[in-house]
């Protein structure tokens, strides 16, 4: 755009910008990614989903964020954690994570070793 400007002369200016393209409702018809994993949701519209467990896949992601949703409410209420966090702080050590973040971190890189659906039992 502002390449356009810098090599058009002043008998441009006051043109209308060009009209948007005829797929200008593009971002409504885009296809939202599953928050856990990244995939596509090729039977999804962006415009459908409502919050970030609406864009999940079915299967196995959904339960996986079920997982990390109840792993991240111990977490947080969690009094060994936050000594934790309170002793790292305070000795300037790395934040060491906790298994919510582990679990994520290897789900996201498509590690199923451990199994959402056998962790959602036991929990
Ligand atoms: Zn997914």
Request: charged share 25%; hydrophobic share 35%.
């Amino acid at each position: 755009m502002a390449k356009a400007t810098a090599v058009q002369g002043p008998a441009s200016f006051g043109e209308r910008p060009p009209a948007p393209p005829a797929g200008a409702n593009h971002s409504a018809r885009r296809r939202p990614f599953c928050p856990l994993c990244g995939c596509e949701q090729a039977d999804k519209l962006v415009s459908d989903v409502r919050s970030p467990e609406g864009a999940l896949c079915d299967d196995r992601c959904a339960v996986a964020w079920r997982v990390l949703v109840a792993l991240r409410a111990s977490e947080s209420t969690s009094e060994r954690i936050a000594v934790r966090r309170r002793s790292e702080y305070e000795t300037a050590q790395p934040h060491t994570s906790t298994l919510s973040e582990l679990l994520l971190g290897r789900w996201r890189a498509g590690d199923w070793a451990v199994a959402p659906e056998d962790l959602l039992k036991q929990l």
